[in-house]
């Protein structure tokens, strides 16, 4: 039986799917509620097997030149968190708006997609065959870092293709995105000698010189705020590679001296950066302030920005359906820059507000999943007739 939209979103908000939580119940429900003639669904597990991407695909198989529509959302949700005025898992009517958390990221784009491609398939398929393919790409783990997008791009076949124009449905309040940042996350771990703290002759701090570099790493912070680069303009107040130290972890006790410390910093990339040279600036400052030895950094994962051309098809058609003219672009990633490792073009746009995202009460405004199910019945035909 196919559910209404909000049915769909109030099944798939009832799922727990907490980052770092499997994934897998709400995978399995959607591929049983996907699985009508014609459709073909793969599960691809993630290499510790807990959690899993899913795949779904309707109509003709894409070929190289990668024709037809690619629908993406992830299915993991941020923590639910306190101070909620409701049960964040049971999706809530206040009137204008549903409550939950995912609502708006991104659960509501997904039932959308869902119910789109279910109902395109069965008895309806043999009436009403697609010229060009429809497919979803459903992620876990965006939201530790686009992994599962990750994972899908390293072990992809290379003979296998997915439509290139993507639409990913993050909550933009149905504003139209081709440009995020990416988020370049590298680890310094400072070593020392532990020894007793009442003889401190026999040890040396791994957290004074952490200290040391996270002083320095403030500096290089101001300097790239100050800096221009080019594409930056599309930034609005952060038109430069924002640097963060987000975690300070050292020492075991108070009567130790402290043999390591960790100091765990991103780096906000702007579209066309590759992230060497950066890993090479912070590095060089951290010699400068510590010397060569004693210290290491280490990459700990690379989310790609998004740099979709402005002419991509999918681009064009939604700027036009939203009466939009400005270039607009996002200072958060999204799996579009993993996705783009396999030919994507990823646009993003959705129902919801990325303001209220991550936070208790957590909404989604009725009128806009109304006015994104128009939208996405218009464009799904356009891409697939
Ligand atoms: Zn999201």
Not at 68 to 86: F, I, K, N, Q, R
Not at 169 to 189: M, N, Q
Not at 305 to 329: D, G, K, M, N, S
């Amino acid at each position: 039986l196919q559910l209404s939209d909000e049915a769909l979103l109030a099944r798939l908000v009832a799922f727990d799917t907490t980052s770092q939580r499997s994934n897998r119940e709400l995978s399995a429900f959607l591929a049983d509620y996907l699985d009508r003639p014609g459709v073909r669904i793969e599960a691809r597990p993630s290499p510790d097997g807990r959690k899993e991407n899913l795949l779904v695909e309707l109509g003709p198989p894409t070929g190289p030149a990668r024709e037809g529509l690619t629908l993406s959302a992830h299915m993991d949700v941020v923590p639910a968190g306190e101070g909620w005025s409701c049960d964040p898992f049971t999706l809530t009517d206040r009137g204008d708006r549903w409550l939950g958390r995912g609502s708006a990221d991104m659960k509501g784009f997904l039932a959308l997609a869902a119910n789109t491609l279910r109902s395109l398939a069965g008895p309806h398929l043999a009436r009403h065959p697609l010229a060009a393919p429809l497919a979803l790409v459903l992620t876990y783990d965006e939201e530790l870092g686009c992994l599962g997008a990750g994972d899908l791009a390293d072990h992809w076949p290379a003979d296998r293709f997915l439509p290139r124009q993507t639409w990913i449905g993050e909550p933009t309040s149905l504003a139209v995105l081709r440009l995020h940042k990416g988020h370049l996350k590298l680890r310094l771990t400072c070593h020392g000698v532990s020894a007793h703290s009442g003889y401190p002759h026999l040890g040396r701090s791994a957290i004074e010189p952490a200290a040391r570099a996270t002083l320095a790493l403030g500096e290089l912070a101001a300097e790239l705020a100050s800096e221009r680069p080019p594409g930056g303009e599309h930034f609005g107040e952060t038109p430069y590679v924002a640097l963060n130290v987000g975690l300070f972890r050292g020492g075991t006790a108070i009567n130790m001296i402290p043999d390591r410390a960790e100091v765990d910093l991103g780096l906000r990339l702007l579209p066309g950066m590759a992230p060497e040279p950066w890993i090479e600036r912070v590095r060089q400052r951290i010699a400068a302030t510590l010397g060569p030895d004693g210290w290491e950094l280490t990459l700990l994962s690379n989310t790609p920005p998004l740099e979709t051309p402005a002419e991509a098809p999918l681009h064009q058609h939604l700027l036009r359906e939203r009466r939009q003219t400005e270039t607009l672009a996002a200072s958060y990633a999204t799996d579009g820059g993993q996705l783009a490792r396999l030919g994507l073009e990823s646009v993003i746009c959705g129902p919801g507000s990325i303001e209220v995202a991550h936070k208790p009460d957590e909404f989604l405004p009725k009128t806009e999943l109304f006015a994104a199910r128009a939208l996405l019945d218009r464009v799904v035909a356009s891409f697939t007739a």
